[in-house]
């Protein structure tokens, strides 16, 4: 039996409150201005927009639900990156008086806008499901930095969102929120921007500095600010052993100079974000251990791209990171 009429549904109030004690009040204009889709076993298309992008399945033309809780849903991990290493997944499980329920799982931005939508078919009570997000939206575009949450919803009925079983509530068995960014930060470990002669720019004898270094200790791990493809890998004269990957989805490159060791890394291999690609050194033409770190524009990497000041770029990342 689905749900029915459209009229202010008490477990909706406590569901947020519950909610929201659990993951702060920055989630509140999320959850209260989300709209509530014409859910009529198609995506959900509020106000006549175009109805969101979908990570998978197609919608139950005969779409069918029971009365629906939701006794369990985490997403994992709180804190993901576009192309990460970990994508954001979201298990969960129902209760339903109906042994199969046509259920949409949404992607719910901190607008309430709808980014992407999937389409699980005959959910059974009791039997865990998981969805899990690339990070992309409309047009294969990675999503806007930020924080967004999972919604699940029956694909037949007029709710925004099924309701959470009380147990669930009591026991904060729901966690349905995430972040994703587009960048993190590549230095694993406390490091410092250094001086003047560190930035971007500065003189060195005989060229300009062509980026940023930062100050870190000898083997701190590093990872890939943006995954892609490894443009190179080895090791010159005056950048010791270094790497360099065409960031994906992005027309930059970003460099990694210095490195305590050559990196793992070979050319041409696929890299996500976040992946490990070596330690902080000081090889090279380098007088203490720090990563010299380079973005290089459109088409990159002495291809006809030229490198930009990454001061900006790292400070925002480490912010987050
Ligand atoms: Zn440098």
Known sequence: MARSGSGAKPWL??????????????????????????????????????????????P?????????????????????FYYGIQRPRLRY?????????????????????????????????????????????????????GRYSFRVAPQDGDSASVSVAPRARKQ?????????????????GAHDYGQGGARFGAGRSGHTHQGQDVMARCGTPLIAARGGRVRFS??????????????????????????????PLKKGQTVRTGQPIGLVGSTGSSTACHLHFEIWTAPGWYEGGSP?????????WDRYS
């Open 13 to 58: 109030g406590k569901s947020i409150a519950a909610t929201l004690a659990a993951l702060g009040a920055t989630l509140l204009a999320c959850l209260l201005a989300a709209p509530a889709p014409a859910a009529t076993g198609g995506a959900a298309s509020p106000g006549g927009s175009p109805a969101p992008p979908t990570g998978g399945g197609a």
């Open 60 to 80: 139950d033309e005969n779409a069918e639900a029971g009365d629906v809780r939701l006794t369990a849903a985490k997403t994992s991990p709180r804190k993901t």
């Open 93 to 145: 499980e129902i209760a339903s008086d109906e042994p199969a329920n046509d259920l949409r799982v949404d992607v719910v931005g901190l607008n309430g806008e709808v980014v992407k939508s999937f389409y699980r078919n005959d959910v059974a009570p009791g039997t865990p499901d998981s969805v899990r997000w690339d990070g992309t939206v409309a047009g294969g575009k990675p999503a806007r930095n």
């Open 172 to 188: 904060s068995g729901i966690g349905l929120s995430f972040s994703i960014y587009a960048f993190a930060f590549p230095i694993l």
């Open 234 to 263: 080895g090791y010159q004269g005056a950048a010791g052993n270094y790497v360099v990957i065409d960031g994906r989805g992005t027309g930059f490159d970003t460099a990694y100079l210095h490195l305590l060791r050559p990196s």
């Open 308 to 316: 930009i000041d990454p001061l900006g770029y790292l400070k925002k």
